[in-house]
């Protein structure tokens, strides 16, 4: 099968076309970096099928970043047989900076130039015939959104993969073509491929060039004691990047016509430029991301809209009577949409299991009746009844992603963490890690510096992912409904906010210890703004509900039912239905005291061992967590009446961490202790596969000892804090929380000086 691969610079529309072309669903993102891996697929509508490879973006070919070292690695070992090279319409001369180079291989290349629906849009023109016949292949207009020329592109692709292709130079020094004439020479000799390629390389003084063929250097040597140029003396690399620059403004900016009306472009530039400085100045932007979230959070999360019903105002339910009673209302609030579509799932599924135990009731064994509808059905709802949440979650996400917003974000945050051996790159994996930590960890190859890297995939999943968030919900329910005060989606947000400090802080204590190492450029341009692309975002969507149901109906289904026999069984496999002397009471037991300086450990009274449980599934899988409630709750229920009778008034999915707080007696503090554990300890076991491929040899050890540290010692910490405050004094929490953070930061920029001041002393002695 011939292949075909995609290269071209960051944010180009690469994976765009990509998708288009071969029906697949892979990440498209409005920022740099987001494709870091290849990806295959293929594309039918030919006369054979062929291979396309999504290569991640890159501005040139040397070998500075991990991006630029596969995509170059890709197109000279495994020879495609043709390059398609986007280019960005918009940004044409930048974008032909890698062109010029490609056009250095040895291989048939055919310029796709993307984004042509803007360009129309603003009443350019683009002349094709001259750019192509200057570039000496073939150029075809496309636009990869609107799926605009994408099968003539193909065509012309296959065309030009019939033939075979030299390479050319759009190089015209003399001087230094004959340095790559003798070099071309010598390399033919060494009979390796692609000799124009390689010999402008080393003249560059490429690392891998010159690891690779030292004898040629003396070439080089030679020629550079002949270099006369005053501003570049004699770095052969820095002139041959000017004569690029300046060949492809000479020969290329009359290519594109710019429609006559170059104050509404100014226009224009100053509104993207007038938005760009409210979304990144220093104290508005953090302050609008952080309102930014919190809307997020509360539209998914609240209970009571807007605070309507705090303020006063009374809501009725409507439905009365009816299983949907608690729809839209609760408590006397409106529901936010999140809460609306979560209510909605639970009560339908509530509906089902009542439907299937009363036409199970007395047919079959009651163990039987148990373990479909207590153990199985109740799991799996439980787990699929939080997708709706999720989804919209990761809808305000894509949104703001899709926009260009989060590039902003991560803009704003490179410019403090800067100041703490951080970079801005770091920042994309772990905004990712929201949504899921293994996309996220494969992402940190964007990082050039081993350290940042490992400590980045460290402090990754405290990321609180998509499965952590039926923990938060189910718990944060929880607190509010038991103990009567609270939010529950303040609650949830302030343990995202909770995880993001953690990362931040361990971030910092690494690379001031054991991962410290410079920092690299934050080199990333803000991409454009524009509207979400519905499609796209839908494509985000299906990807996340698909890979959240699938895990529902196996890893966590199977987890539910081996839980459910180990709590109904006893040791001698006999069937008990309750959980005295159960195998799992058993092993709970054994490693509950574990837990005691966390809150959820011995001072437990009956079933205090499931939280001990609850946090020991939750390594094979977050949902897990809930799912182990859920399954112990019901029969919690079951066993013990007072408990039924206090719940049963509520209705709305969060019974069984009731259940499990007032069976257990456990605090409210010990609740957000737990809470905190399961978002900082060890994550699931993919993430825990992936963060094994990705760090460096003999790190990953390290690692699972960091996140066992972190996670003991930060809910023992938040255990022991919130232990000060009662219900009524809480309100004391945030001041007191607040001076001991400017007290903290009032410290470690003392330290940061103070060791600024001596290693400048050093210097002057
Ligand atoms: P990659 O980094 O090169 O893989 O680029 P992506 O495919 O992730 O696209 C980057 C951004 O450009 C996304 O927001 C796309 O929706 C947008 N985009 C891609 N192709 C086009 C196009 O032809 N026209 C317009 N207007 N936007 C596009
Ligand atoms: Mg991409």
Redesign the pocket.
């Given at each position: 099968m011939k292949r075909f691969a995609l290269a071209?610079?960051?944010?180009?529309?690469?994976?765009?076309?990509?998708?288009n072309l071969t029906g697949s669903t892979a990440?498209?993102?409005?920022w740099?970096g987001?494709?870091v891996e290849k990806k295959d697929g293929v594309y039918k509508k030919l006369k054979e099928h062929v291979a396309i490879i999504?290569l991640p973006?890159i501005y040139s070919l040397s070998p500075y970043t991990s991006e630029e070292v596969i995509s170059r690695n890709y197109i000279l070992d495994e020879k495609p047989d043709c390059v398609i090279n986007?280019v960005d319409a918009t940004n044409l001369e930048r974008n032909l900076y890698l062109t010029t180079q490609l056009l250095e291989i040895d291989v048939p290349v055919v310029v796709a130039v993307?984004?042509?629906?803007?360009l129309d849009k603003n009443g350019d023109t683009l002349d094709v015939d001259e750019l192509s016949k200057k570039l000496g292949v073939p150029v075809v207009k496309?636009?990869?959104?609107?799926e605009?020329n994408l099968d003539d592109l193909m065509k012309v692709a296959y065309e030009a993969s019939l033939n075979e292709r030299k390479g050319h130079t759009i190089l015209d020094d003399k001087d230094l073509l004959h340095l790559i004439g003798d070099l071309s020479i010598a390399f033919k000799g060494k009979k390796v491929d692609n000799p124009l390629f390689h010999a402008i390389k080393l003249a560059e003084g490429d690392e891998i060039e010159v690891k690779d063929h030292k004898d040629l250097m003396e070439m080089v040597s030679e020629f550079k004691k002949t270099i006369k140029n005053d501003i570049f003396g004699d770095d052969i690399e820095a002139i041959i990047a000017d004569k690029r620059y300046n060949y492809i403004a000479d020969n290329f900016s009359s290519v594109i016509t710019r429609k006559e009306v170059v104050d509404e472009k100014e226009v224009k530039s100053t509104k993207s430029d007038r938005i760009d400085k409210v979304l990144t100045h220093k104290v508005w932007g953090l302050l609008i991301f952080a309102v930014i979230l919190f809307f997020v959070f509360h539209l998914t999360f609240a209970e009571d809209l807007f605070f309507l019903h705090a303020f006063g105002v009374e809501f009725t339910p409507c439905f009365e009577g009816s299983i949907y009673e608690g729809l839209f209302w609760s408590d006397g609030g409106i529901a936010s949409p999140g809460v609306m579509l979560f209510n909605f799932f639970d009560m339908s599924f509530g509906a089902i299991i009542e439907a299937v135990g009363g036409a199970m009731e007395g047919n079959v064994p009651v163990w039987f009746q148990g373990f479909i509808c207590d153990g199985v059905l109740a799991g799996l709802f439980a787990i699929l009844g939080f997708l709706p949440q999720i989804l919209f979650l990761f809808l305000f996400f894509s949104i703001m992603e899709?926009t260009?917003y989060m590039a902003r974000v991560a803009f704003i945050l490179d410019r403090i963490f800067r100041k703490f051996g951080l970079s801005g790159r770091a920042f994309i994996p772990m905004i990712m890690g929201f949504g899921c930590s293994v996309p996220a960890m494969i992402n940190t190859r964007t990082l050039a510096d081993e350290k940042e890297k490992t400590a980045t995939i460290r402090v990754i999943p405290f990321f609180s992912c998509g499965a952590k968030l039926p923990i938060l919900v189910a718990i944060a329910g929880g607190i509010v409904e038991y103990f009567g005060f609270g939010n529950a989606d303040v609650i949830t947000y302030s343990m995202y906010v909770v995880g993001i400090i953690a990362a931040i802080t361990c971030l910092i204590l690494m690379r001031k210890t054991t991962m410290r190492g410079d920092v690299a450029p934050f080199i990333m341009e803000l991409?454009a703004y524009?509207w979400p692309?519905f499609k796209?975002l839908m494509i985000h969507l299906w990807d996340k509900a698909k890979h959240f149901v699938k895990k529902a109906f196996t890893i966590i289904l199977a987890s539910t039912v081996v839980i459910w026999f180990l709590s109904n069984f006893g040791w001698n496999w006999a069937y008990l239905g309750t959980f005295e002397g159960s195998i799992l009471e058993g092993l709970g037991s054994l490693i509950q005291p574990i837990f005691t300086p966390l809150g959820f450990g011995s001072q437990l009274s009956a079933f205090g061992f499931v939280f001990a449980v609850a946090a020991i599934t939750g390594l094979i899988a977050k949902e897990n967590v809930i799912a182990t409630f859920i399954a112990l709750g019901a029969i919690i229920m079951a066993s013990s009446p007072e408990i039924v009778e206090a719940i049963e008034a509520d209705e709305d999915g969060i019974e069984a961490s009731i259940a499990m707080i007032s069976a257990t007696g456990i605090t409210w503090q010990g609740c957000i202790s737990f809470i905190a554990f399961n978002m900082l300890t060890i994550p699931c076991f993919a993430a825990c596969a992936t963060a094994r491929a990705e760090l460096p040899k003999g790190q990953f050890k390290w690692t699972i000892l960091f996140w066992l540290v972190a996670s003991y010692v930060g809910s023992a910490f938040i255990y022991c804090f919130l232990s000060m405050f009662s219900k009524e004094t809480l309100a004391w929490a945030i001041p007191v929380t607040a001076g001991l953070i400017v007290l903290a930061v009032a410290a470690g920029f003392g330290i940061h000086f103070y060791n600024k001041r001596q290693d400048a002393k050093k210097l002057g002695a």
């Open positions: 071209g610079n960051p944010n180009c529309g690469k994976t765009t076309l990509f998708n990440h498209v993102g409005n740099p987001v494709t999504d973006g986007i993307n984004m042509m629906d803007v496309v636009s990869a959104l609107k605009n899709d260009g991409p524009h692309q796209s």
